[in-house]
Every structure is written in C-alpha cells, then in structure tokens.
C-alpha cells in the first residue's frame, strides 16, 4: 500500500508533553492581583462525526480468478474524507511532512469532501496548552502556600511519606506490570522512501535474532530503495531491512542491522483462545507519541475487514479481525495487541473513523472505540513464512468471487479478470463441483455475507487444510468438502 501526503511542513510530534520555559518570577502583588489562575487558550474545536451509514455497504463488482482480487473502488477502510487514506502512523518527507492515515472501515463508506487539515500541528498545540496550564496552575498554588507559610508561620503541606516511588511494587498482571514488561520489546518504525515521503508506526520483536513484525502498509514507503528504522523505548535506534512483507495480510517482517544481543521477544497468545470480553492492552505510537499504551477489551472476533490506500492501483488487502476497544490511532498500525497475561493475540492495523478530521482539526481522524487487529495465530504463520522464504504463501479455492454486497454470500462469478475462467480448471473448487452463480454461505462454522468475507476466513487457514462449503445453486443448498490450494506470492 502506498501512502499519500498531505504537503504541511510541520515540526515533528514531541514523544513526551513539552514543557515551557521558566519565565521571570511575577511580584507577589501581581500574583495575588489575578487570583492564581492558569492561562489558558481556546480548546480546537471538535470535528463533527461522519453521516451513519451501514458499516457493510456495498462494495464495488471486482472479480478476479487469480492474485490479488482487485480493491473496491470506493477503497474499503479508506475514508476518502481523510485524504483518501495514507499510512497508518504520522508522516514526513524531508521536510517532516504530515500525511493521513489509512481509514479502515468495513468494506466501504460514503464519499466526502476531503478537508485540508494543518498536520501534526492540531495536536502539538492541544498538548503546549495543556502543559502552559499546568505550569501556571502549579505556580498559582505554589506562591497560595507560601503566602499562607510567612503569614502564620505554622501553616506546612507535605506529601505523605511511603519511601518514595521507586519503593513501589506492582503486581503481576496489573496494566502496569504488563506494560513495563512489554515495552522494551516494542519499537517505533520509521519507514522513507527514496522520494523522501514516509511515516511511522510500531513494530515488536519477535526472535532473538532481531526479526521485527509490523504492517505491510507501515513499510511500503521504504520498500526499493528508501530507508528504514527502529527505535527502541529507551531511545536507541537501529537501521533495518525488509526481509518479506504480504501485502494481502497487511503484515511485514523487517531485520535489524547489528542487533543487540539481549533482545527479548514478547510472548505469543492463541487467538484462538480468545473470548469477547477478554481485557486488552495496545502498545503504539499513535500520531507520532511512541511508547503509548492505552486498554479495553476484545469487543468481537472474527470481522471481515477490508483495506487499501485508496489509490486506482491499489490491491486490497483481508482480514478476519479482532474488534477492541482500546484507542488505537494513526501510528499503532503494527504494534502488539495484548492479552492481560501481556502474550500478544493480535497486530493492530485498522480503525474504522466516523469523522475526516479530528484531533483539533489535524485533517486525521483518530480512534471511536472501532479498533481492528489481525490474529497472531495467522500473522505468525505469515511471519514465519517471510523470514524463510522471503514470500508469502496464500491458501486459496481458485475460484473468483464478486466483491459485491447484498448477494447474501460470496458469488462465484460468470468470468475471471481480463477473461479468465471464473473456476480454474483442476482447482480446489472445480474438483469440489463448484460453478460459475454458486453462492458460498458458509466455510466450516463461520456463516459468509460477502466475498471479501470468504477471502479473509480462507486466509485464516493453510494450504492443504480441509473445509467444509456450503453454497446455494438454483434454489437447493449443498455442501462439499474442499482442499486449500496454495499461490506464492502477492503478484
């Protein structure tokens, strides 16, 4: 997935609220004049949310027999709104240019006029706001107390003592603990083209020998010939290499260069094993603030998600996803979605946004609670894959579906792309009986509404795995049993 950027020179997002400089003690006249109150300046105005519409509307016709089905035309998940989508974390080019982020919402939603908005600057001024009226709420205060001292001269506040903060101990498997465990394990990605257009998101380790997961779409940019790094919480950065990226899964795999020896890899869940309601933990650099970590929980399993960059040329990519509700925004992309054991279950990759701006109008849209990850069972597959053969390996029917909605389930379609047979000869779904005008409803237990939704369940599984598909030809439902067939590769 390509990015595109918006063009508004503006400095870089701080990692940490900045603090002003001390300005020339005020006479206490003057202090006690204003009554101790902070300045403060005009909150941004709040963006107004984006029209309802039904998060599963139509998406466009695309069949294709072969790799990769086309995206829709109106691309899913990418709110036009917004820029027309753009990469997931906060972006630059030489001149630290801002862009927008990849809008993922299921399969389509409605058209809007794109707003300009003034980058990262929207928020650097909410955060210098918020750090003026602190300092000047602390200076009020603190001249109050010492008044109040000279005047009795028995008036003291202090802090009860309990031996100060390095004394505290957290328990495991609180927030905290689990936080402070996964952190030095996770890294803010840089990723630039040779053009010197890019953006940023997170990645976590996941071997000893330096191997990072992330998104497809966080390293793009860098992708023929442009550059790529990893800085680590405690501020050290290394320069890095794509090893095998999956355009389709949305997931990549890059290498540190010189790794250091005492990389600690955070452990893995079973997705699997998940419940709606588990607690979850998201660990990111949302619009350029690296090491946040923000809670909620798993709100749904299994949601057909669709993505692209909303380009003409851009190919979707699928996914049958974990719904949490912890805040995840531009700049997560990639980064670990943890269990309240602090494994990893899943890779944030989309939200879905009902605004084009927000954020004190930076022109992105930032998280409503709608917050998808891909399965780690799948991206571990995906991910060990890549790091042996540097491609990826895709399950498939061979059988080209219509990406449209509102056929009650996935259409096998009259033709392929540029003529080809809808049904390959030979295929999985030709030695099942499957014909061009079946329905598939179902695959195993999972019921299908649409044909991005076949696509994201049958890459949950692994070449050679057996199904069961049930479709619906001329009025009678039937059900096969069908054998994954394999492709290598996205092209």
């Known amino acids: 997935m390509s990015t595109e950027n918006e063009g508004n020179p503006v400095p870089p997002a701080p990692s940490a609220p900045p603090v002003p400089p001390s300005s020339p003690a005020a006479p206490p006249q003057a202090a006690a004049s204003d009554g101790g109150e902070a300045p403060t300046a005009p909150i941004p105005p709040t963006p107004q949310g984006a029209p309802a519409s039904d998060p599963y509307g139509p998406a466009p016709q695309a069949p294709d027999a072969s790799w990769p089905p086309p995206p829709p035309a109106t691309p899913s998940y990418a709110d036009p709104g917004a820029g027309a989508g753009a990469g997931w974390g906060s972006s630059y080019d030489q001149q630290h240019q801002h862009y927008q982020h990849y809008q993922h919402q299921p399969f389509q939603q409605p058209q809007h006029a794109p707003k300009k908005g003034s980058g990262r600057g929207g928020l650097i001024a909410a955060v210098l706001v918020a750090a003026l009226v602190a300092g000047g709420l602390g200076g009020g205060l603190g001249y109050t107390l010492a008044k109040n001292n000279d005047d009795s001269g028995s008036t003291t506040i202090s802090a009860t003592s309990s031996g100060g903060a390095t004394q505290v101990k957290r328990a495991a498997g609180t927030i905290a603990a689990v936080a402070q465990n996964a952190l030095p394990s996770t890294v803010t990605i840089e990723s630039e ?8 998101g997170t990645g976590f380790v996941f071997d000893k020998q330096g191997h990072i997961i992330t998104n497809n779409h966080v390293v793009a940019d860098s992708l023929d010939g442009g550059k790529l790094t990893a800085t680590f919480p405690d501020g050290k950065k290394y320069d890095a290499e794509v090893v095998g990226h999956a355009q389709g899964y949305d997931v990549a795999v890059i290498k540190l260069k010189n790794p250091p020896s005492d990389l600690k890899p955070l452990a893995l869940g079973d997705s699997d094993k998940v419940a709606v309601g588990d607690e ?8 350029g603030l690296s090491n946040t970590v923000t809670t909620g929980i798993i709100s749904a399993k299994n949601r057909p998600v669709a993505s692209s960059d909303g380009s003409s040329t851009s190919k979707a990519s699928y996914m049958s996803a974990l719904q949490t509700d912890a805040s995840i925004n531009p ?37 409503i609670g709608l917050g998808f990850a891909i399965p780690i069972n799948q991206a571990k597959y995906v991910a060990q894959q890549l790091i042996k053969t540097g491609k990826p390996v895709y399950a498939k029917i061979g059988a080209s579906v219509s990406l449209e909605d509102g ?13 080809a047979a809808a049904v390959e000869s030979g295929g999985p779904a030709d030695k099942a009986g ?3 005008g079946d329905v ?28 069961e598909i049930t479709y619906k030809r001329g009025g009678s439902e039937h059900t096969v049993t069908v054998t994954l067939g394999s492709r290598v590769g996205d092209n």
């Open 440 to 467: 598939i409803t179902k695959l195993d237990d999972s019921v299908i509404d649409s044909g991005p939704t076949l696509i994201g369940e049958i890459w949950t599984h692994k070449p050679g795995d057996k199904v």
């Open 434 to 436: 499957l014909k061009p």
């Open 280 to 287: 979850t933990i998201a660990i990111g650099a949302p619009f």
């Open 193 to 200: 083209g040779t053009n010197g257009q890019g953006g940023t």
């Open 331 to 367: 700049g997560n992309s990639g980064g670990p979605l943890l269990d309240a054991s602090g494994a990893v279950i899943g890779i944030n990759s989309a939200i879905q946004s009902a605004s084009s701006g927000g954020l004190g109008s930076t022109g992105q849209s930032g998280s």
């Open 407 to 419: 056929t009650s389930g996935a259409q096998i379609t009259d033709s392929g792309s540029g003529g």
